[in-house]
């Protein structure tokens, strides 16, 4: 079984719709990461969690809402979809161990219409 | 300008030629450097790790970094199709809560038999 899972794998939804994507882990890490990935862009930072009580905005969190509701269930939520909300999402874990190395799940493909 | 830079490609090389794929930076606060691969429709997977100036070998696969020049690139010797992915650089910097990660866009890459 993977290590990193995220449901659903594609999602089609209508502007000014709430949606939200699930991410659970098996591999014991602490933190959790939600990135979006756009052509050109490159992956970038939604929200990140270090552990249960502590979620922290990244560099794109407008828009968008997390909930760490377990230490392996990291949920992004979408509270009203915009088109420009397209994008391949990717939920990561990492224990820092000299740096951090993220494990990735297999993304989560987005449209909004 | 931004922090990481990287072509975009596509780069398109025959069956066992020797690859190189390069980033460039901008802040020499950042004080480790990775290489994730990216399968199509799947999440990146980390690929070579490494914090010092010089090279790191995994097989195949070499990791080169100057930190004078800001300017990092991984080698593929006698690339093969399964070698077809997109590669990701991604620089870190050690910080006090939370160790900054930034992705380059990636360089799509085929490798044709």
């Known amino acids: 079984d993977a290590d990193v899972t995220q449901t659903p794998r594609n999602r089609i939804t209508k502007t000014g719709k709430r949606i939200m994507l699930e991410c659970s882990q098996t591999k014991g890490h602490d933190r959790m990461y939600w990135y979006r990935q756009d052509p050109g862009l490159g992956l970038r930072l939604i929200y990140y969690?270090?552990?249960?009580?502590?979620?922290n905005k990244g560099e794109i969190s407008d828009g968008y809402s997390v909930s760490r509701q377990a230490q392996a269930k990291f949920s992004l939520s979408l509270e009203s979809a915009i088109p420009n909300q397209t994008a391949l999402y990717f939920c990561a874990t990492s224990t820092s161990l000299g740096g951090e190395t993220q494990y990735f799940g297999p993304g989560t493909r987005l449209l909004v219409l | 300008q931004k922090e990481v830079e990287q072509d975009p490609g596509p780069l398109s090389v025959p069956e066992g030629a020797i690859v190189s794929l390069n980033c460039t930076y901008s802040?020499?606060?950042?004080?480790?450097f990775m290489w994730y691969r990216q399968y199509s429709r799947k999440g990146p997977e980390l690929l070579m790790y490494t914090y010092s100036s010089g090279n790191k070998e995994d097989g195949r696969f070499t990791a080169q970094v100057d930190k004078s020049s800001k300017y990092i690139s991984l080698f593929i010797r006698d690339s093969q199709p399964s070698d077809s992915a997109t590669y990701l650089c991604a620089i870190g910097a050690f910080e006090t809560s939370y160790d900054k990660v930034i992705f380059g866009p990636g360089t799509s890459l085929s490798v044709i038999p």
């Open positions: 969690s270090f552990d249960v009580k502590d979620i």
């Open positions: 802040n020499s606060a950042f004080q480790y």
